[in-house]
């Protein structure tokens, strides 16, 4: 059977770079749309259940984000890896690499499944400072919801390695799959059996009523038939550029992990700092009161609707420039750069127009509590006044993680996050009892500053000749 060409060539040197980015992106804001559409109804259910549910599951909030920002920049340095040598036409090492990060997936995912159903869920709420009241379900949380992430590992490095490649509509498919999945889940798992009405008939609803633990229940299947899902593209997909296949799979490569991993740590480390800031900064909300830690809850969430619409640009530009550079053709990924800079400005601008407008509006829709609309309302308003430098320099990172130059985000990360935010946070809450806003004010400044560092490295162009990769195994 001959292979089917591939839908979309990245180093095709005659496509138009706006069209190019647009066929890439949009598979992934529609994914992220519905991440943040069944996040939103996610959380409208737990919701209802009261304060406590909703700061029962803000409670692990930030170390799920720890734990999946370590994930997701490891198996980015694998993914990195393969599109350069892609572009270099070395799909013989392209393979190889997608190959050795089996063993990367089996240890990363057993150490997180055993984490969280066994160490956080034990003593999180102790360590964050939790109220009493909420101890129980968030443990309950933490533990169902870890069971699923082997699969969770499983499913983020396939997909880099998928969207590496140009493919990022079987990512959309899985992600839709599994929150669609979740949704369903989520109304049959939190809610106690029930009588409906629907067009005026009473339809008997079978729930297993397991409330906040019935929500991270749910999870974790659709998060199970999500990755059988991916695992089914990856897999000896004849239309991608390189279908992955075990074969003679060998051990451990130890130097093409060594420098897959000098890839991948700074992203990993960048996500964990980040992370261990938002865990300080929730923790010293949760202080205050479940008020002040469920409007900080629903500003991030509602915040999502900005990322969901411009995240996709700095992957796509970590995929663009690392081809092309593996191409050796210098002026095409800065032309692909300069697009995705251009592009996530515009799109960022018009999505936080329209959240600063309805903010109330948006924060409404989880709770009906005034006091914790306009708390994370003012607190939104604020970061959306910034949206459009964070929306540009999220692709200013993934332009210098796809030439290689990725050590200056790991640096940057660490003192934005824990100079200017968390000591930023203690010194506003703690001395001037600000509270939300606290954190929130210095989020906005950690972007600025950030921007105003990457933007001139970007500028002066040394990102073109950062790759040092060994030249004969990895």
Known sequence: MSKKKREINILDPNADPVKLILLLVWPMIIEEIMSILVNFVDTAMVGSLGVYATASVALGSPIIGVCNGIAIGLSSGFGVMMSRRIGEGRKDLALKTMQQSVYYIAAMGILLTALFSYVFAENLPAWMNAQADI???????????????????????????????????????????????????????????????????????????????????????????????????????QKLEVPLHLGRLGGIDKEL???????????????????????????????????????????????????????????????????????????????????????????????????????????????????????????????????????????????????????????ISFLGMWVVRVIGAELLIRVFHWGLLGVWIPMAVDWVIRFAIYYPRYRRGKWLDAWKAPTAKA
Request: include cysteine; aromatic fraction near 10%; proline fraction near 3%.
């Open 135 to 237: 101890y129980q379900p968030a443990s309950d949380y933490l533990r169902w919801f870890g069971y699923s992430r082997w699969l969770v590992v499983a499913t983020l490095t396939f997909n880099t390695f998928l969207r590496g490649q140009g493919d990022t509509r079987d990512p959309m498919i899985g992600n839709l799959i599994a929150n669609i999945s979740n949704c369903v889940l989520n109304y049959l798992f939190i809610f106690p059996s029930r009588t409906v009405t629907v067009l005026g008939m009473s339809i008997p609803m079978w729930g297993l009523g397991k409330g906040v633990a019935g929500a991270a229940m749910a999870t974790s299947c659709a998060n199970a038939l999500q990755c059988l899902f991916i695992t089914s593209r990856i897999f000896g997909n």
């Open 257 to 411: 992990y060594l420098f897959t991993l000098s890839l991948g740590w700074p992203l990993a480390l960048e996500r964990f700092l980040n992370a261990m800031g938002r865990t300080v900064c929730t923790r010293l909300l949760a202080g205050i009161s479940n008020e002040v830690l469920s409007a900080h809850s629903l500003a991030n969430t509602a915040e999502s609707i900005i990322f969901m619409t411009v995240m996709g640009f700095g992957t796509v530009s970590t995929t663009l420039v690392s081809q092309w550079l593996g191409a050796r053709n210098k002026d095409r990924a800065k032309l692909m750069a300069k697009e995705c800079l251009r592009m996530s400005f515009i799109v960022g601008l018009i999505s936080t127009s329209i959240v600063f407008i309805f903010c109330p509006q948006i924060i409404g829709f989880f709770t009906d509590s005034e006091e914790v609309i306009q708390m994370a309302s003012l607190a939104l308003r604020i970061q959306c006044a910034i949206e459009p430098i964070e929306a540009v320099t999220m692709s200013l990172a993934g332009v210098l993680r796809g030439a290689g130059d990725v050590k200056i985000t790991a640096y």
